[in-house]
């Protein structure tokens, strides 16, 4: 999963980073440009590759792999 920290103050987003460097960035970018005030906005999050596609594909596969067994196996 990566995440993207969206600043409460401006229009400030992070890059999409995972683990803690979008909160870092975040606290970053509040003592620049917000000093004193404490960090809030919104997280949003999304998964780092998404599996859309690749479970069709893999089907496939192995359909072909079953079609070439059976035609394999004909006398
Ligand atoms: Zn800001």
């Given at each position: 999963?990566?995440?993207?920290?969206?600043?409460?103050?401006?229009?400030?987003?992070?890059?999409?980073?995972?683990?803690?460097?979008?909160?870092r960035r975040q606290i970053?970018?509040?003592?620049?440009?917000?000093p004193g005030t404490p960090?809030?906005?919104?997280?949003?999050?999304?998964?780092?590759?998404?599996?859309?596609?690749h479970g069709c594909l893999?089907?496939?596969?192995?359909?072909?792999?079953?079609?070439?067994?059976?035609?394999?196996?004909?006398?």
């Open positions: 999963m990566v995440n993207r920290y969206w600043c409460g103050e401006c229009s400030f987003k992070t890059p999409w980073r995972g683990g803690a460097e979008g909160l970053e970018h509040y003592a620049e440009k917000h960090p809030g906005g919104q997280i949003e999050t999304r998964r780092r590759h998404p599996g859309r596609g893999l089907l496939a596969a192995v359909a072909l792999v079953l079609l070439t067994v059976v035609a394999a196996c004909r006398p």
